[in-house]
């Protein structure tokens, strides 16, 4: 297939242009026998040792397409790998169903489909089952990418966003707003000394260094859209506990909070792609932390705040200025697409 | 929610809108426990009488959304349900991921998750995990669902669509062409003394009767985009047998055979959306048949033809004349967005 060509609806019809393009781009990529059957299903088979297994779902629409950082390919393989870390599951296989928009350069969907296998290879995950459709010119934005995943949740581990208890130790595995200020900045064409990069990264490494340490993890969760506020949000609600947390102890880049004050953004609602939220019992928190620190994507991982029994559903920050208040989730929409 | 309302950017935020949409509208219509915990992943357990499971996906970028006998919701988990059960597999979980154009009527989306959840009720099976985003005016056509599916392979069961064996019969589960032409029809605005019905259906029931009759079922496959003719060659080649197959014996309804010759298409190549071909053992194809004449939606099941050693690879049609012809793939695009 020329690089140079396009995508035109025919490479939709499931006839001889979709297998063209499945053999050439995709198996190409994600070879592997169980995608090169092209069956209507994979099968696969189950490991004896685990009694239950993750499922999650993405579809991803960033714009643009390519960014510092990443693209949307690695960003739907990321997304979908740090979904099922974040219910401590170890990810195993990947779905992905492409919309193509016609006209598409075959160059671009090749670019983004090597970027998605060599972030599969680098989390160890399989992608064994996909689906290409193509939508008329106009009717799409280039293209939509849909990734569902499958992990296995290993015995004795069990994380959920209900299980924060009054006294834990609330910690991010590094500085929040870089991804979401990135999409920004290349969207309205800033420039800096310091150049914004998103975080985009597979967290399921991070999350088996984090579970290696203690047992007494109890919720873990990934600040993407709606950043950090509305996962803390999120996880007070659903725990009926409260949070507390200091601003002074947010890591938050100098460019990322930068552009967020000549923006009038909160970086705290700004959306990450490669950070976590880690809530421990007490007792572990400081090996936790230790664990963390020694990993590539926690090196500034830092205590942020404590789970607590009053204001019960609510998110109280401490202010640099030694004030409090309440931080709600995000309300309206701050950065469309950013992911 | 007020159902006269539309999708909004901030539908697709991550925060407090996007939450709300969830609440009002998905877990309304899919409720069961696992959804309901809005955790980043379903957890689900192991059923530890089954050694293998199916995973699959889809996207659907079907136009109109609305169509007789369907709509783009139930296709969608037909579609993925249907995938599942051609590899033998009993479907149990689907995710559901959605991408909204902004301006969306709230009640055409409700409607939609409305029919999703009445199929998959109707199939035995959960929506435990989903995802929204939404886009600029413009930037998707109403509406594109992705389904993915996990189903459990029982033990001894080996469907592929490489184990056709020469002697084999093939079965088709009834008349095709009628949610391509259905589709065609529609757009085109045109209409007949016999309304024409999309066959948009759940096999996972079929499926299990046809396996519970023999367990000499070598291929299944779901004759969707590229049609009959299509999915054949696909088994061909897989499968490195010839197939021929005999045109009088392809049930067609008349209302589907007089549009095709209307508009100068060929029925093998139109679409279904709720019809199997089977390759079974030719000993108990008797039996397959009369199980699957038996289940609602196979009555019209008819033997059309047989896997022969001649011409490996390819399909060849005796035509009602007596004459024979190759019955190549689906070349070029026939009618885009059938699904």
Redesign the interface.
Known sequence: MPKTGKI???H????????DLVEQVFLKHFHNPTLA??????????FAN????????????IHPLFFPGGDIGKLAVCGTV???S??G?RPL?L?????LEEGLPLEDLERIVTSMAATARAAGIQV????T????R????GL?I?T????L?PDGVNI???DAQAGDVVIVSGTIGDHGMTIMSQREGLSFNTPLVSDCAPLNGLVAALLEASSAVHCL??P???GLA?VLN?LAR?SRVGIEIKETHIPVRSAVQGLCELLGLDPL?V?NEGKLVVVVAEKDAKEVLAAMRTHEYGTDAAVIGRIVLAHPGRVVLRTALGTCRIV???????L??I?
Chains 1, 2 share one sequence.
């Open positions: 035109l609806m025919a939709g019809s499931g006839g001889q242009l979709s297998h059957n092209l069956d209507d299903a994979a099968v696969l088979p189950y685990d009694s239950r297994f993750a499922l999650t779902t993405d579809s991803y629409v740090n979904d099922l974040m219910r599951a296989y779905t992905a169903g492409f919309i064994v089952a996909g689906d459709k193509v939508v008329e106009g009717n799409a934005d939509f849909n569902a995943g499958v992990g949740v959920s966003g209900a969760r990934d993407t859209r709606g509305t999120e659903r609602y959306a709600d989730m995000l309300v309206g929409e701050q469309p697409r992911c």
